[in-house]
């Protein structure tokens, strides 16, 4: 092994798990003089099922970074999770990561921040020495890692010092994230704790962000004088003034936006006018996710009709929590979204419904040609469920709908046999027209294939599986 060539070296230490590699850097000089960068680039805290594992991780990456400044240049990828305490105890490993560093490195680390005044650095070490959480601490790390490419963060209750910084950073002359292309942002589940969304506009500024994810987030759209409220009675150590994030038009190089257990109640309009040209765009809505407001799909869709020249995938959910005979308003028509290859979204809100649930419009006068994927989320049965259908046959045998290549349904379950037998009328149409034809069962089983959920943007939304990663 000593005598094995450099590149080789790389390719093994590719295939190892961390642990391994770890004991391998430690087996010689030579391996830690070359491998020690490969420990760092890929970065995930917070994955042990022993919680002193975790604490033990959390205490040498940060004394390694701050320490060791060049480590984190090696960063590429990291992963963490910044929760403050389980069950009202703070989590030592967290805020307390070393108490000689404490002492001796923070308040130099503090001070090389010129973008702060006197108060805001003699407020952050202050945090630093006393608080019990892990947000000051994040906010010492970030800056450090400027060949960052891929951040997911799961932020703690209290994030004021993390998300401040980042505001800063994004507004400097010069990006401090000059590579960061792709974020998952999420918060704890609650009213109270749900991130407002201008909270993470930083890294709409950022140059070469491509992709934002999050989960857990309220659009904002309270006014000022509330915000000062919330500051100096609710939150004293809030830094963050929404009057200085408000996002102009056309900004951000990002064009994949895929948000989960989102409150989007004013359309997102802030985020996706700042997109210059949005490609993808996918929101599960969810009303208890404060700040925020009903689910308004009108909104949305004029939101995202900046982008009719680039957006290539929609995909909507209404909050799986209301009533399925819920009204929804009607979007508006997608005929002159000319890129738009996917869609997903409930059948109402595509077509419009009357009182009778019957569709006012139909599918082939509101859809694009340029379609090939159709996934429509019914909420009736009845004579609405036959015209769905009906239209559906109807647009599998449409020439202008050449591209169309798969048809997806998702219903409750099948309530009578004239149901069923429209449904198999349906799939043979489809496969006459060299067309893909599935149904996925919301009441929890499936005909023909599972529901499609990664097929549209590749992988999932990772902010969703952050409470498995990190807690």
């Known amino acids: 092994m000593e005598n094995l060539p450099t590149e080789l070296l790389y390719a093994i230490a590719d295939h190892l798990a961390k642990n391994d590699l770890f004991h391998l850097i430690l087996s010689s000089r030579r391996f830690h003089v070359i491998l020690l960068e490969k420990l760092y680039t890929e970065v995930i805290l917070y994955k042990n099922e022993d919680m002193s594992n975790d604490f033990r991780q959390v205490r040498s990456f940060f004394s390694a970074i701050f320490g060791r400044p060049k480590l984190a240049t090696h960063v590429h990828s990291l992963a963490i999770g910044c929760s403050a305490g389980t069950g009202g105890e703070g989590l030592e490993g967290q805020a307390e990561v070393d108490g000689k560093l404490l002492s001796q490195i923070a308040p130099q680390l503090v001070s090389e921040r010129t973008e702060y005044s006197e108060v805001e650095k003699s407020k952050w070490l202050k945090d630093l020495r006393e608080e019990e959480e892990s947000d000051p601490w994040i906010a010492l790390l970030l800056p450090k890692l400027t060949e960052l490419r891929k951040l997911s963060i799961f932020w703690p209750d209290v994030s004021r010092h993390g998300m401040n910084?980042?505001?800063?950073?994004?507004?400097?002359?010069?990006?401090?994230f000059p590579h960061l292309q792709e974020v998952w942002s999420a918060s704890y589940d609650g009213v109270e704790s749900a991130i407002p969304s201008y909270y993470v506009n930083a890294f709409f500024r950022m140059p070469s962000m491509r992709k934002f994810g999050c989960n857990d987030l309220g659009e904002s759209v309270v006014d000022e004088d509330y915000l000062v409220i919330m500051?100096?009675?609710?939150?004293?150590?809030?830094?963050?003034?929404?009057?200085?994030?408000?996002?102009?038009?056309?900004?951000?190089?990002?064009?994949?936006?895929d948000l989960s257990h989102v409150n989007a109640?004013?359309?997102?309009?802030?985020?996706?006018?700042?997109?210059?040209?949005?490609?993808?765009?996918?929101?599960?809505?969810?009303?208890?996710?404060?700040?925020?407001?009903?689910?308004?799909?009108?909104?949305?869709?004029?939101?995202?009709?900046?982008?009719?020249?680039?957006?290539?995938?929609?995909?909507?959910?209404?909050?799986?929590?209301?009533?399925?005979?819920?009204?929804?308003?009607?979007?508006?028509?997608?005929?002159?979204?000319?890129?738009?290859?996917t869609i997903c979204l409930t059948f109402p809100s595509l077509v419009e419904v009357n009182e009778h649930r019957l569709p006012i419009r139909k599918l082939g006068d509101l859809l694009p040609c340029s379609l090939k994927t159709l996934y429509l989320?019914?909420?009736?049965?009845?004579?609405?469920?036959?015209?769905?259908?009906?239209?559906?046959?109807?647009?599998?045998?449409?020439?202008?709908?050449s591209?169309?290549?798969?048809?997806?349904?998702?219903?409750?379950?099948?309530?009578?046999?004239?149901?069923?037998?429209?449904?198999?009328?349906?799939?043979?149409?489809?496969?006459?027209?060299?067309?893909?034809?599935?149904?996925?069962?919301?009441?929890?089983?499936?005909?023909?294939?599972?529901k499609p959920s990664a097929w549209i943007f590749g992988p999932d939304n990772e902010a969703q599986d952050m409470w498995r990663l990190f807690c």
Not at 235 to 256: E, G, T, W, Y
Not at 293 to 320: A, C, N
């Open 165 to 176: 910084v980042l505001r800063k950073l994004s507004m400097a002359p010069e990006p401090n």
């Open 231 to 257: 500051a100096e009675e609710l939150d004293p150590r809030a830094l963050i003034s929404r009057k200085q994030d408000v996002l102009p038009p056309r900004i951000s190089n990002i064009v994949d936006l």
């Open 265 to 341: 109640g004013n359309g997102m309009q802030e985020w996706i006018h700042a997109c210059k040209a949005l490609k993808s765009f996918r929101l599960s809505h969810n009303n208890g996710v404060g700040p925020g407001g009903e689910f308004e799909p009108r909104k949305l869709y004029e939101s995202l009709s900046m982008h009719k020249q680039t957006l290539e995938s929609v995909w909507i959910e209404p909050d799986k929590s209301v009533e399925t005979d819920m009204d929804y308003e009607w979007m508006g028509t997608f005929v002159d979204f000319i890129a738009l290859e």
């Open 377 to 401: 989320m019914l909420d009736t049965g009845g004579p609405a469920f036959m015209e769905v259908i009906t239209q559906l046959g109807d647009l599998a045998t449409r020439d202008d709908f």
């Open 403 to 450: 591209k169309l290549t798969a048809i997806y349904i998702e219903y409750y379950a099948i309530r009578s046999t004239d149901e069923e037998e429209k449904l198999e009328w349906l799939k043979q149409r489809c496969e006459a027209a060299g067309k893909s034809f599935y149904v996925y069962f919301s009441k929890g089983w499936f005909l023909g294939a599972r």
